[in-house]
């Protein structure tokens, strides 16, 4: 195995509880789920300069607070999908490497023959 590879599987086991929790999930990964959900507060306030008749519609039905709720709930969202994805990606390369160790470690075992006491 690699050096980077031991470093990881260090790593994560380690960090693998805290990054499991969602709190954690959440909080680092808000600036994701904001730069995802932004761009519908950019596309409602500019759509006045582009599309008119959306932005009358928009005014006449839509209310600031209900736009701003959904657009939290969508960052939350977002947040903790993203980051509950990345653990279940480390969590599964963890594993592959654990598996390959192990499978390396038996092999040196076979080809040094038993350990005689």
Do not use: H
């Given at each position: 195995m690699t050096e980077r590879e031991l470093q990881f599987i260090e790593y994560w086991e380690a960090n693998r509880l805290r990054e499991k929790k969602w709190?954690?999930?959440?909080?680092?990964?808000?600036p994701i789920g904001l730069l995802f959900s932004l761009p519908i507060i950019i596309i409602?306030?500019?759509?006045?300069?582009?599309?008119?008749?959306?932005?009358?519609?928009?005014?006449?039905?839509?209310?600031?607070?209900?736009?701003?709720?959904?657009v939290v709930i969508i960052a939350i969202f977002v947040a903790i999908f993203y980051k509950r994805h990345q653990w279940d990606m480390k969590e599964q390369q963890y594993r592959e490497l654990k598996a390959r160790e192990e499978r390396e470690n038996k092999e040196k075992d076979s080809v040094n023959g038993p350990v005689q006491h």
């Open positions: 709190q954690y999930q959440l909080m680092v990964g808000i409602v306030f500019t759509g006045r300069y582009w599309y008119v008749r959306a932005d009358m519609e928009a005014n006449a039905s839509l209310s600031p607070t209900l736009l701003i709720i959904c």
